[in-house]
């Protein structure tokens, strides 16, 4: 039975999908079996992997649109390896956020769960990389989801959005675990400072700030830019360290 896993904040640009490729990257070569699926109408997870999604039919907003169960669109998930198949997703998630907003919550928040139960033996792990919103995604995750992960940079910004973070999931009575710090630059004094900052957010919410960083490193953006791969499928020697903070991270988060 697959683990449910999403990686969320309600602020963009915090690495979310960076964290999500990676672990999803890290778990398919340990020959995890994984599914990541777009919760992002951005289509950020695709791209990572060099597919644009804009024009495709075959997406979350369209499977969820027509009542499909995930066991029925399995044959158009893009397979990445043998153990790593991509759902993505575009702007007809928008269209089906909007359409279901009139619902019932007690149908509207139930379609993921609809949709995933028919894969859930298949794998290992379901990875959701999810909007910077409050929506009927995260409502839905809400219902399904095991291990909800709060990303956060080490800047003002984030720091305040990682406490508005964990006041809903507080709300919804979600369990999160851990906070995990990303793009640091420790060599900084802001840095240093902020992520004091963020350590008092994740104690006030009594979960981790887990003690993997992610450094700032170019490399990141690199490997989606140039091998159209998140850093962790890359095979190229000059980024053997800077893969080791997700392999690390996985570790720490107990997958
Ligand atoms: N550890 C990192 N170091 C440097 N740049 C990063 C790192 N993680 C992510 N980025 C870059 O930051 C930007 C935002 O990351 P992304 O994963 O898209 O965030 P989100 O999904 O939260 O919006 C992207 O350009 C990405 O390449
Ligand atoms: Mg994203």
Redesign the pocket.
């Known amino acids: 039975m697959a683990k449910i896993i999403a990686f969320y904040?309600n602020?963009?640009?915090?690495?979310?999908?960076?964290?999500?490729t990676n672990v999803a990257g890290v778990l398919s070569l340990q020959k995890k079996k994984v599914l990541l699926i777009d919760g992002?109408p951005q289509g950020?997870t695709s791209l990572t992997f060099g597919v644009d999604s804009d024009d495709l039919q075959t997406t979350l907003g369209a499977y969820l649109s027509s009542n499909w169960t995930a066991s029925e669109a399995s044959q158009y998930f893009i397979k990445i390896n043998d153990f790593l198949d991509v759902i993505p997703s575009n702007q007809s998630l928008s269209d089906f956020i909007i359409l279901t907003s009139s619902e019932d919550p007690k149908i509207r928040n139930k379609h993921l769960k609809n949709f995933i139960e028919s894969v859930k033996n298949d794998y290992d792990y379901i990875i959701f990389?999810m909007a910077?919103a409050v929506d009927i995604i995260l409502e839905n995750i809400v219902e399904i989801v095991d291990d909800l992960v709060v990303?956060a940079t080490p800047e003002t910004y984030a720091v305040k959005n990682a406490e508005t973070t964990l006041k809903i999931t507080d709300d919804k009575q979600v369990t999160v675990r851990h906070i995990v710090p990303?793009?640091?630059q420790m060599n900084t004094k802001t840095h240093k400072f902020m992520l004091e900052n963020l350590q008092e957010v994740a104690d006030s919410h009594h979960i981790n700030m887990t003690k993997t960083y992610?450094?700032?490193?170019?490399?990141?953006?690199e490997a989606?830019s140039i091998y159209e791969l998140p850093l962790a499928l890359v095979n190229d020697k000059r980024y053997l360290k800077a893969q080791e903070?997700y392999q690390n991270l996985v570790e720490e988060l107990g997958y």
């Open positions: 904040n602020k963009g640009g915090v690495a979310k999908t960076t964290t999500a992002d950020h990389d910077p990303v990303t793009k640091t992610i450094p700032n490193l170019i490399a990141f953006s989606v903070y």
